[in-house]
């Protein structure tokens, strides 16, 4: 889980570095938006295509991809063996994002409750309300003003913020942030994507530009605001008025847009062809003594049907030998779950002492029989494991 957000956040920042280079101030507003949007799901989706793919081990027969279990950790002082994706990260983040969707849901609430209350009129397309003390602002197609005087810019835009549904873009990053919280891009991307949206709004309510950069300049401070309303005057007001007397780039703008496309698919391209690769090394490994071949990735991997960090938390011990000795390191064991659930060709493949390496062994040998890995078909099959532990001295 920890490293999945931290490649998230990697991801993320380094799409939003490219969006800064080459999008930001191009003037290509529906570029950029479209282009954050993705950089946000794609932040998220590309840590995906790297978890849970079996890592490379060097074993007795050669360098082999094998399934890596979680690092167990042996603290000498407790005698205590713990795994390091310890379940209290879990409900961390569970705790919170639970509060964090339970404050969004407030919001959302709280934003039709005021929707309710207001007395909307037909509007072409759109439904208006006056006298709502908030705005202008809108969320889908109900437009709010704050007074009973509607000034046409104001209309204007509030409008194109209706027709472009941007309060979808707002609710799916609202959301985004709930679920992915410890991803720091995400709020970064959240908040250009809000100033992107108040630029194609601006583009199409300022024709007059003068006269839309007064009303901007006159009325931009004083004005409440309810969270996810798509406010009027929510978003800096110097790049708003820079970017409404900017033309777009013509062919340099083209160029910048579909270089940070070229560059995105690159990316794709490139995690997308090394989980192609890592894929195509799990076929079947072909072992010296028998026909029978060992998997290190099947449809259906093997479960040892109990808490295995904690059964392994449980029996493993620091020896008091290495205790004394003062052994620091972390031995690397392999073995294979056979078609029948046991564990066969138990082996440490890098040991740091021989009485550490005999406590890997002992609690592996002693161990309860799993449910077998599967093929598709159903067939169980012989599947490679690879389980670190760490021991450590403090």
């Known amino acids: 889980m920890?490293?999945?957000?931290?490649?998230?956040?990697?991801?993320?920042?380094?799409?939003?570095?490219?969006?800064?280079?080459?999008?930001?101030?191009?003037?290509?507003?529906?570029?950029?938006?479209?282009?954050?949007?993705?950089a946000a799901l794609l932040s998220l989706t590309f840590p995906l295509l790297r978890v849970n793919v079996a890592r490379h081990m060097p074993a007795a027969r050669g360098v082999q991809q094998v399934f890596e279990l979680p690092e167990v950790v042996l603290d000498a002082a407790r005698q205590t063996a713990t795994a390091t994706n310890t379940a209290w990260l879990f409900f961390l983040y569970a705790g919170i994002t639970l509060l964090l969707l339970g404050r969004f849901i407030y919001r959302l609430l709280r934003l039709y409750s005021f929707l309710q209350q207001q007395e909307f009129k037909p509007l072409g397309a759109y439904r208006i309300a006056l006298n709502t003390g908030y705005g202008p602002a809108s969320f889908g197609s109900r437009l709010l003003f704050p007074g009973a005087e509607v000034q046409d810019m104001m209309l204007q835009h509030e409008m194109a913020h209706s027709d472009h549904k941007h309060y979808y873009d707002?609710?799916?990053?609202?959301?985004?942030?709930?679920?992915?919280?410890?991803?720091?891009?995400?709020?970064?991307?959240?908040?250009?994507?809000?100033?992107?949206?108040?630029?194609?709004?601006?583009?199409?309510?300022g024709a007059d530009k003068e006269a839309y950069a007064l009303l901007l300049v006159s009325q931009h401070l004083g004005h409440p605001d309810i969270p996810l309303l798509q406010s009027f005057f929510h978003h800096p007001l110097k790049r708003r008025i820079m970017m409404l007397h900017q033309s777009k780039k013509g062919k340099r703008g083209l160029f910048l847009a579909?270089?940070?496309?070229?560059?995105?698919?690159?990316?794709?391209?490139?995690?997308?062809?090394?989980?192609?690769?890592?894929?195509?090394?799990a076929t079947p490994i072909q072992t010296g003594v028998s026909d029978n071949h060992i998997y290190n990735s099947v449809a259906h991997m093997p479960d040892p049907g109990f808490d295995l960090m904690q059964y392994l938390g449980e029996n493993i011990k620091y020896p008091e030998q290495a205790v004394k000795n003062k052994v620091n390191g972390r031995v690397v064991s392999q073995f294979v779950v056979k078609?029948?659930?046991?564990?066969?060709?138990?082996?440490?493949?890098?040991?740091?002492?021989?009485?550490?390496d005999k406590e890997v062994l002992r609690v592996l040998h002693n161990m309860p029989a799993w449910k077998p890995g599967k093929k598709e078909d159903g067939t169980p099959v012989l599947v490679y494991y690879t389980l670190p532990v760490s021991f450590q001295m403090k």
């Open 339 to 356: 078609p029948d659930g046991t564990l066969t060709d138990i082996k440490i493949v890098k040991g740091i002492d021989p009485d550490c």
């Open 258 to 281: 579909a270089l940070s496309g070229l560059i995105t698919c690159i990316i794709l391209l490139q995690i997308t062809g090394t989980v192609m690769a890592q894929k195509k090394t």
């Open 170 to 205: 707002r609710i799916l990053l609202q959301l985004l942030q709930c679920l992915f919280f410890p991803v720091l891009a995400l709020y970064r991307i959240s908040r250009e994507l809000e100033i992107v949206q108040e630029f194609q709004a601006d583009a199409v309510a």
């Open 2 to 38: 920890v490293t999945y957000f931290l490649l998230a956040n990697i991801y993320g920042f380094l799409l939003y570095a490219l969006y800064h280079w080459t999008l930001k101030g191009s003037g290509r507003h529906n570029w950029s938006r479209y282009y954050l949007l993705l």
